[in-house]
């Protein structure tokens, strides 16, 4: 095993988190988070053993959607900090041994966005062509509305000029053109500019979406849409040259083979394209799973995942900045999932999500909560965190939409948590209040307890990232076993190999299990726990698990030099 590798390619068993400035910490007491105040708590999250950091947009923006409504794609939102900020943001982590990646959300622009006004002046102005649009009225698109509680349709009509632009989410968010080569150019500048003030890499917003346009006309000099996300990340490569895009492609695993740069599936290519894909498939077949208390949906999908490039990687997450989306599910399977764990219609998104946060959808059980990341961390690839799932913070349905889980982070038992010492009403978003409120659930408290749930989430980050076997096993072997509720999978990379138990049920059981290569002399040894079970000539072993509980099981092997 060359361990050395796993420092070449640092996102194959990378610990990334997302968060917000804007909630994350107020320095300045304006009650917005900013940048100085992430500088301020980086030591939290290296402390937590983060690797890699995913700032969502901290553009200047018209904030009608969250920062994600971009008014100057190379500049900072001055209630955030400025440029400066930025860069002592990336030197300070960048001395903690963590990264620092950001959003790249060009599928459009905010409606307010330079671009844009002079594109709607004149319908011979220069940057016309920057966006969609049309002259005839057009058909019925309420199915392709992204968010249909806001829109009817994805065209909307400009009354200075006339005609109708393209914009598949808000109206206030037109869509860019990515057929047009100068839109093309001004993305790569936008990369080319991040990478070099230190980004490590994108996480890249909407990617099918991103691609639609490009390669539309007949005369373009690029003749897929991939030749352009290929041409993206080499431009990476080349200013940064281990920096990362990490890609929101929610599709099927065969689509999604596409969006790594491997056409024909064989996953012998090193993946040209994306660097990372979130596995939106295997995250909604987990909730599935918890719903039922049945392993049986993850172990299915973990089956069906395709072999991906040498180079690439699945983002695995149990909450994200958006809704729980559910839309690979098919309507029974998603009706479960709503009665189980969001039955009331606010806590549910556009038909098909939820916005939740996992503690309280476990209804704070705290053995489930620990079984989840458990298995998050366990399951291969890179686990991804959203900002307060490392001491179980609860959503405030009281927000509008998909800002229930974006409220500020929860520093202290004090006012506001911590965040701010402005008053309430300024804040960037109000505080979570009841049983997950900050005077139950904070960072402080949690700093001191051992045996909280911010100490699990750092022994887990610490564990994971002494098992490369999670990162690099090219397949996952789901192993044999009678228990519906149990899932048992093992994860092997050259001379590395572990077993993971979870068991989503309520009852205690003891899970036979049959490694074939095996035998006497070896041992499994909990990695979680100070346990261990010896395996039997035929390569049999027993181990008891508890009501939701999970064991890390390492295969050690007589003479074994591996730390334990």
Not at 311 to 335: C, G, I, M, S, Y
Not at 483 to 507: F, I, K, Q, Y
Request: hydrophobic content about 40%; overall charge negative; proline content about 7%.
């Amino acid at each position: 095993m060359r361990i050395r590798d796993t420092g070449d390619l640092w996102w194959k068993n990378a610990v990334v988190y997302c968060l917000d400035v804007e909630t994350f910490m107020d320095w300045d007491d304006d009650g917005v988070g900013d940048l100085p105040g992430l500088v301020q708590r980086i030591d939290h999250l290296a402390d937590l053993g983060v690797t890699c950091l995913w700032l969502m947009p901290f553009y200047p923006t018209a904030d009608l959607d969250d920062g994600y409504d971009i008014t100057d794609f190379f500049g900072v939102d001055p209630r955030l900090g400025d440029a400066g900020d930025l860069v002592e943001l990336v030197r300070t982590a960048r001395d903690r041994g963590i990264r620092v990646i950001a959003d790249l959300v060009v599928n459009h622009t905010s409606a307010e966005h330079p671009w844009f006004q002079a594109a709607r002046s004149s319908k011979d102005n220069a940057f016309r062509d920057f966006y969609v649009w049309r002259s005839d009225p057009p058909p019925d698109t309420s199915d392709q509305v992204v968010f249909p509680d806001k829109e009817e349709g994805i065209w909307t009509r400009d009354e200075r000029t006339g005609e109708w632009y393209r914009h598949r989410f808000y109206r206030h968010q037109p869509d860019l053109n990515t057929a047009n080569p100068k839109v093309r150019d001004m993305i790569a500048k936008v990369v080319g500019y991040w990478a070099e003030l230190g980004l490590s890499g994108f996480r890249v917003d909407a990617v099918p979406f991103f691609l639609a346009d490009t390669a539309a006309n007949p005369d373009d000099d690029v003749e897929h849409p991939h030749q352009y996300l290929k041409e993206l990340r080499a431009l990476l490569t080349r200013r940064a040259g281990d920096a990362i895009l990490m890609g929101e492609v929610n599709l099927p695993y065969d689509q999604q083979l596409q969006f790594f740069g491997d056409g024909d599936g064989d996953g012998e290519d090193d993946g040209p394209e994306l660097t990372l894909q979130f596995d939106f498939v295997g995250m909604q077949h987990l909730y599935l799973a918890l719903a039922r208390q049945d392993a049986g949906p993850i172990a299915r999908t973990l089956a069906q995942r395709p072999r991906i490039p040498r180079d690439a990687q699945w983002a695995t997450f149990v909450r994200n900045h958006d809704e729980l989306t559910l839309d690979k599910l098919d309507e029974d399977e998603r009706q479960e999932v709503f009665a189980a764990f969001g039955p009331d219609p606010d806590m549910q998104l556009y038909g098909r999500g939820l916005r939740r946060r996992l503690p309280p959808m476990l209804d704070g059980d705290p053995r489930r909560v620990r079984m989840v990341y458990s298995l998050l961390f366990a399951l291969p690839g890179t686990p991804v965190l959203f900002y307060g799932e490392e001491i179980g913070m609860g959503e405030n349905l009281a927000a509008e939409g998909r800002l229930a889980v974006r409220t500020p982070m929860q520093w202290t038992s004090g006012p506001n948590g911590g965040f701010s010492r402005a008053e309430p009403r300024r804040l960037a978003g109000p505080v979570t209040d009841g049983g997950f409120g900050p005077e139950h659930v904070n960072v402080a408290d949690q700093r001191r307890d051992g045996g909280s749930l911010l100490t699990f989430v750092q022994t887990l980050v610490r564990r994971y990232r002494e098992c490369p076997e999670l990162g690099w096993a090219e397949e996952v072997e789901v192993l044999d076993q009678p228990h519906a509720a149990v899932l048992a999978h093992r994860s092997t990379w050259d001379d590395a190999s572990m077993v993971a138990l979870h068991n989503l049920g309520p009852e205690p059981v003891v899970v036979p299990l049959r490694l074939d290569d095996c035998d006497e002399g070896v041992r499994l040894v909990d990695l979680l726990a100070d346990d261990a079970y010896d395996v039997a000539a035929d390569g049999g072993a027993e181990v008891a698990l508890d009501a939701y509980g999970y064991r890390w099981l390492r295969v050690v092997r007589p003479g074994s030099r591996r730390l334990l």
